[in-house]
């Protein structure tokens, strides 16, 4: 079972498909932290990290 967070998600206005992956939450914020750098965001905000593990979920 792993994890997943889809960025469209999170950021609906993105226009992107791109799906973060990983086996723990805690991979999944690493890999979604790298994800974001690819849309300009350079810091993880406390409101953004919300948004992130509300997507989050069971593949
Ligand atoms: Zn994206």
Request: charged fraction near 30%.
């Amino acid at each position: 079972m792993s994890k997943v967070l889809e960025c469209s998600k999170v950021d609906p206005t993105s226009g992107c498909n791109y799906i973060v992956r990983g086996d723990t939450e805690e991979d999944i914020l690493r890999n979604a932290a790298v994800h974001a750098k690819e849309h300009g965001i350079h810091e993880v905000t406390p409101e953004l990290m919300e948004r992130v593990k509300a997507n989050i979920h069971e593949e």
